[in-house]
């Protein structure tokens, strides 16, 4: 079985002297927690993981650190705001070198991007789970695909969000 999942940073705050360093705000912490949970409740067990060097995304894979017993995690500049073939070709990266359960660690639009062209590529997904992606990834928003080997198809079987475990706007 092979797992992939795509996690959006939590939310940072609007602004900083350069985007690179933008921070996780409290409600961004609280988020990133909550859907980290929600995934290690969910089955989740990364043995790999790839991070953004940026300040939000190192925060946000912090917090989930804790939760997930700490998987190798690779901190990759070129995820920094990195498009979706750049993130597919990391990804692939990562099942060639031998991990069954990657997690990437991340921005939009390449997050977003990557898991709708894994839909328009073949990925399936039941139409709920496809319309719920389309409308966008949110911050510490986590999409899960599986496949149960290398030459399977790869589906959608979970999008956790903030929103959905009582997190997100006005928390």
Known sequence: MQTLVLFRHAKAEP??????????????RRDAALVAQAAHNAGLK???VLVSDAARTLETW????????????D???VLYHAPARRIGSRVGA???????CVVVIGHNPGLHDFAVEMLRHGARASPTLTATLLEGLP????VWFERPGE???????????PAELGGGPGT
């Open 15 to 28: 602004q900083a002297p350069d985007d690179h360093a933008r921070r996780l705000v409290l409600r961004g």
């Open 46 to 48: 990364p043995d790999r």
């Open 62 to 73: 912090a917090v989930a650190a804790e939760v997930w017993n700490q998987p190798p995690c």
């Open 75 to 77: 901190t990759l500049p």
């Open 94 to 100: 990562a099942f060639a070198e031998g991990s069954a």
């Open 139 to 142: 911050t510490a928003g986590l």
């Open 151 to 161: 030459d399977a198809d790869w589906v959608l079987t979970r999008f956790i969000t």
